[in-house]
Every structure is written in C-alpha cells, then in structure tokens.
C-alpha cells in the first residue's frame, strides 16, 4: 500500500489525522486511546465537515478535562483572546499575519504555529496568544520522556519520537543551540502533542509501504511574534522542508506548518521528491482545517492506492552506478559484500571497463528497493572510494517464485522453484553443494534436488 498526500490547503498535524481518519475511521478509538496514554485528560475527535465545496473529516482536541465540542468559531484577528471558552487547537494560528490580506493563515492551527521559537532563552517571550490553557515552554526532554513512559505500543512511541525530533533538531538549527536546549512554545503544548501522537498511531497502525507528497504551497506574508516579524515559511517549516517540491498558488498566509512539515520529514524525507506511483485507487480521505482561504478548499487529501494489484509481477526499483578506479581489487571485494548485505539492497554487480587514459575501471551497479535509495548511497561512499555516482529509477518484472527445501542422502537442499509461461523450473542453491568434490558429482545433486522439488508433495520431502 503506498499513500499519496495531495496538500490542496496545505499540511499541518491535525488535517493529516483528519485526512487519515477519515479514509479508515476504524482506526479512531486507537487514537484516541494513544493520546489518553500521552495524558489522560486529553479527549479527542473526529468531525464531519462541509465546506460548501467538499466534504471530510476535522480533528478537533480539547483542552484538558473538556470534552472536544463542535467546531470553532473563525477569528480573523490577532490571536490574543482571553475569553474562556474551550476551543480546538486549530483556530487559526491567528498570530495575525502581515500579509495585508486580513484573513490569517489558512490554517487555524495555532499550536502547530512555525516559530515554535521555543527555545528557553530567557526572554519571556510568547506568541501573541493568552490562551490560558496550557501553553507554554516545554523542553524537549521533558515531552520526550512524557512519550517513553506513557503506555504506547513500541511502534507508535517510536514514530512520535521520531517526529518530534525532526522539530526539536530544527529548532535547534534555527537558534544555533543544542537539541537538547530546546523547549517548543506552540508546539509543546497539549494539542499538538495529541496531533503528533494521533499520526505516530495511524502511520504504525496502517504499515504503509511508503508514502509521497505533492507539490506542498508555501504561502506569503509575515507573522507577528514577541520576536518580531517573520517570514511564511518560518524558519523551523523551512529547513524541515529542504528537498521538497513546492509551488505559488498566489493563496497567501502559513500554509505549511511546523507540525506537518515534521511529519513530511519523517515519511518522504529519504525522497521528498517522489511523484505519485501507478496504483489502483482505494480508499480517499480529506482532513479540513478551519481557516476559509479565499477560493480554495483548506484541506488535505489522502489517496490510499494498492501498486501490487495494478501491476501484478512489477516491481519498483532503484538502480545506482559508478565507476572505481583508485581502490584495490582486494578492498573493493570486500567493500562490495558488505553492501550485498545492506537492507533494501537486492544486488551488486562489478565489470571491467576502459575509462580515461586507457586506465582499466570497475563499472558498479547497485540494486536497490526505492525505499532504501538514501541509505543505500550513504553506504555506496562509506564502503567505496567513489566521490559520486548516478541513480535512476526503473520497473522490473518478476516471475512468481517460492524457496523450497528438500531432502537429499540426509542432507537439505534448497531449490528456487519459478512459475515461467512454459511451466515451472527449479535451480538448487549451488552453495549447497559446495563440499562435493568433482563437477558431475554437484551436478547429480543438483539435478536430484530439483527433480525432488517439482515432483515430490511438500509433505512428502
């Protein structure tokens, strides 16, 4: 299964649950049970919502000890409202932005706010808002231990961690500090730390073979902090989205948020490039934000699609290739079996060739699962002493095929049984038959094992 994020309003936390649950609302009361385990004061909901254009799901948080009510009203303000009234955390980043178009961010996500700024540096600064309602500085260590004590599946606490981290080293980028210095302002608080634990607890859920993302809009303008000004994007959105494809819509205000681009990070952050895959199309979902942009449905699309189905025997893959020329035969041997033993690489292959001056060169080349491209290049430098490479993705066609093991004069042979369009092949494992001495003695067995693994019932071997 591959999920394609179609970001038409733009990305933050609680339209990506939204979206999410509303393609596979039988993963509700999982969230929401994760997010109790977080904090058990925390309630949580999901929400039909209309815009007058399309339809979808809003995920709404409430504040502790209040039960998530309907959704919120929309301030078209500068956030800084004290009225008591429980309210889900995204009304609005209304950090009023200087855009000079009067109508906010798009977004309504105050805690998913992009200057999270939030480290602890002494000056007392807030956002703008006065929420009352827990927000404030929190540092990252201490929500990081929140999450390694709470009640979570291993799966789940893993995937929450891993995004905030993406935040936390962000921010620590941003104000030239340690990761472990920093403490979120926005993001620290109560709700995004549900939204960040509703995706942790969906994308462990689903088991998604791998996820893309569309062309995400950047939005424009300024929004106003106790620091002063600041671009959109904000700094912390915009080193969580370095290598993302991005496009001008002419729709301004913060479009992409802190909390989600961390979650683009965490799921295409190996190949943030990566176009929508051929697939049969399953299930969709749409998570709305609450923000009206002019024109423009503020939501988030999911599209669910299953590439095994509509590709039957085709496979994805991922070819790097590179030329050696100053590394010994003996250390690039060695080099090159340790990368056949890297995860998501399927094959390595070396041939003689002429490059410059005549030298002779090994001509490599590397297959390797999508998935798997970035950590398979890191390793091609570490192992080898090339200082670049090439890389492209291709299809491949694969044969059904199954491993089989048989008995033969007491010793197990395994066999690579193949379904080919004139019939089904064998081919025993040849290093099964290592320790034969004589050519025709391996072939016999060889032959007897293969013979054995297309004639005999599994039962029976």
């Not at 936390?168 to 941003?174: F, G, K, L, M």
């Not at 998935?371 to 993705?393: D, K, N, P, Q, V």
Request: glycine share 12%; with cysteine.
């Amino acid at each position: 299964m591959h999920i394609h994020l179609d970001a038409l309003g733009g990305v933050a936390g609680d339209m990506f649950a939204a979206a999410l649950l509303d393609a596979f609302p039988e993963h509700q009361a999982g969230v929401s049970a994760s997010i109790r385990a977080v904090d058990g004061r925390i309630a949580c909901a999901v929400r039909a919502h209309n815009d007058g254009i399309l339809s979808g799901a809003r995920f709404a948080v409430s504040a502790p000890g209040v039960e998530p009510g309907p959704a919120p009203h929309r301030h078209d303000h500068p956030a800084r409202h004290d009225h008591p009234h429980p309210h889900d955390h995204d009304h609005a980043h209304d950090h009023a932005h200087d855009d000079g178009h009067g109508h906010g961010d798009g977004h309504d996500h105050a805690h998913d706010h992009a200057h999270d700024h939030a480290h602890d540096d002494g000056h007392g600064h807030g956002d703008g808002h006065d929420q009352g309602h827990g927000h404030g500085h929190r540092p990252w260590s201490e929500i990081r231990a929140a999450l390694e004590a709470a009640d979570l599946a291993p799966a789940v606490r893993a995937q929450a961690l891993a995004i905030f981290g993406h935040l936390a080293a962000a921010e620590a980028r941003v104000h030239g500090i340690a990761v472990e210095a920093v403490a979120f302002h926005e993001v620290g608080a109560f709700d995004s730390i549900a939204d960040i634990v509703a995706a942790a607890h969906l994308i462990a859920a689903l088991g998604v073979r791998s996820w893309s993302v569309s062309a995400l809009p950047l939005g424009s303008g300024r929004v106003r902090t106790q620091h002063g000004p600041l671009p959109v994007p904000a700094p912390a959105t915009t080193l969580l989205l370095e290598g993302f494809s991005t496009l001008d819509d002419g729709v301004p205000g913060e479009r992409v948020t802190p909390t989600g681009a961390a979650i683009l990070r965490h799921l295409c952050g190996e190949d943030p490039g990566r176009g929508r895959p051929r697939g049969i199309l399953g299930r969709t979902g749409i998570g709305f934000g609450t923000k009206v942009l002019p024109g423009l449905s503020n939501c988030l699309r999911v599209l669910v699609l299953d590439e095994a189905a509509a590709r039957p025997g085709r496979r994805d893959l991922a070819v790097i290739a590179f030329e050696i020329d100053d590394q010994s035969g003996e250390d690039l041997a060695m080099g090159l079996d340790r990368l056949r033993g890297e995860p998501g690489i399927l094959d390595v292959v070396q041939a003689p060739v002429l490059g410059k001056k005549g030298r002779m060169m090994a001509r490599i080349q590397i297959l390797v699962r999508p998935e798997s491209l970035e950590a398979a290049i890191a390793a091609c430098f570490r192992e080898t002493t090339t200082i670049g490479l090439r890389y492209h993705r291709v299809e491949g066609a694969v044969l059904d095929r199954e491993a089989r093991t048989v008995d033969h004069a007491g010793r197990p042979i395994r066999v690579k049984v193949v379904d080919r369009p004139g019939g089904r092949t064998a081919k025993a494992e040849a290093d099964d038959a290592r320790d034969h001495a004589g050519h025709a003695a391996r072939a016999r067995l060889r032959r007897e094992a293969e013979r054995l693994a297309l004639t005999v019932p599994e039962e029976e071997r």
